[in-house]
């Protein structure tokens, strides 16, 4: 484009705001222990979603929102699969109370890991229950003839403690070579050997062709690591990433803030203290913003920064130009000062 082009070039506008979803209700078919510390369950439902996205549910409304992913490719049965964490809030409840007939309400689906519609070769490092979204990716290159080779390291503490293996032995075996699966046990006598350490990963990598997208997901210390060793290993590769623990309450502390809130030609401020996400302490000051996921996924509570500044972190899915054109999420931003914000177009 030469410079006149380039001058008047008009900026892309921000895509419009989604709109709040409604919560859905599932009723529970089926329940399947998958390991001492994992089940997984089918619903009464059908939904349309891509391979790697997941759902928020509440098992009852006195429970908080979580995010399960889709632990099956698109166009099969509906069905996730959870591991308890001790002493959550959520998962412990569904994997030793929930039952066939058991009402969920969900909302979704949400999400961005989700494979480029083509690429030469893939590398998938899973953690623990991170497994979840890689079975409905793979089930989803099954479903398309495997048109590409696919490396899995599928990092697990113990044998015992492995989910969806079955799922996965049937997968290898339909690949026709195209699937290379690596179970890496922490407690392996023969075999790869983890926990995930950098020497660990830097073996498991040498002697494999490079990939051009790698993908990962599991426990945030382990993405972290993975995420380093990738990026030094493989430069230039497309980074899929899906961290399955967030802080759901944040540690707000320090100064307070104002932040003014103007919609329809009325203002509400209200305090932020930092650390705080703007969302929440705009419902403890009894203002009602639109929200969605209430994570970064959706886009749902996207605003408009008028003034001073809303710092959201990169994984969430505000793309560069939008932070550029001066929005922000609420619901993961928070503030370092006073600042005025209006609801997005
Ligand atoms: C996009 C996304 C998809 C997810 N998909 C799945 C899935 O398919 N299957 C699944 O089992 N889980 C999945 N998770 C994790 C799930 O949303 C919950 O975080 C998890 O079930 C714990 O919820 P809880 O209410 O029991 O624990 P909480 O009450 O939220 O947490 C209790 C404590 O454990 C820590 N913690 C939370 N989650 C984890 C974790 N995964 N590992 C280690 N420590 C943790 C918390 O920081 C806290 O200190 C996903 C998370 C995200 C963000
Ligand atoms: S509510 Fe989904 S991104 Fe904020």
Redesign the pocket.
């Known amino acids: 484009m030469g410079f006149l082009g380039s001058l008047f070039k008009k900026k892309t506008p921000a895509p419009a705001r989604p709109a709040p979803p409604a919560a859905l209700s599932w009723r529970t078919t089926a329940v399947t222990r998958e390991t001492p510390s ?1 089940i997984s369950f089918e619903v009464d439902a059908t939904m349309d979603f891509k391979a790697g996205q ?1 759902v928020l549910l509440r098992p009852t409304a006195a ?2 929102w ?6 099956r490719g698109p166009g099969l049965p509906l069905r ?15 994997t030793t109370k929930l039952a066939v007939g058991d009402v969920l309400e969900v909302k979704g689906p ?2 961005q ?1 989700v494979l480029p519609a083509t690429f030469q070769r893939a590398l998938f490092i899973a953690g ?3 497994i ?2 890689f079975v409905s990716m793979l089930q989803a290159q099954e479903k398309l003839g495997w048109p590409t080779p696919i490396t899995l390291l599928d990092f697990n503490r113990t044998a015992t403690e492995q989910i969806l293996k079955a799922d996965l032995d049937a997968l290898l075996a339909s690949s026709g070579g195209k699937l290379e699966l690596v179970h890496v046990l922490d407690d392996a006598t023969s075999g790869p050997k983890g926990p995930p350490t950098k020497d660990n990963f830097l073996a498991l990598f040498a002697g494999r062709e490079n990939p051009d997208v790698v993908a990962m ?4 210390p382990m993405m972290d690591l993975a995420r380093a060793v990738v990026l030094e290993r493989y430069p230039g590769v497309t980074l899929l990433e ?7 309450d944040g540690d707000p502390a320090g100064a307070s803030h104002q932040v003014e809130f103007v919609q329809d030609g009325k203002s509400k401020t209200f305090p932020v203290k930092e650390g705080e996400h703007v969302l929440a302490a705009a419902r403890k000051a009894g203002l009602n913003m639109s929200a969605g996921c209430e ?1 970064g ?1 959706c886009g749902v509570c996207r605003v408009k920064v008028v003034s001073g500044s809303v710092q959201v972190p990169d994984d969430a899915c505000l793309s560069d130009g939008e932070k550029a054109d001066g929005y922000a999420l609420v619901c993961v931003g928070t503030v370092k000062g006073d600042c005025k914000i209006e609801p997005a177009p």
């Open positions: 994992s997941f429970l908080p979580r995010a399960y992913s889709f632990s996730l699969t959870v591991k308890a964490v001790p002493n959550g809030a959520v998962s412990p409840y569904l949400y999400g890991f623990g229950s991170g979840t979204p997901c599991g426990p945030e899906e961290k399955f623990s967030v802080a759901h994570m996924a």
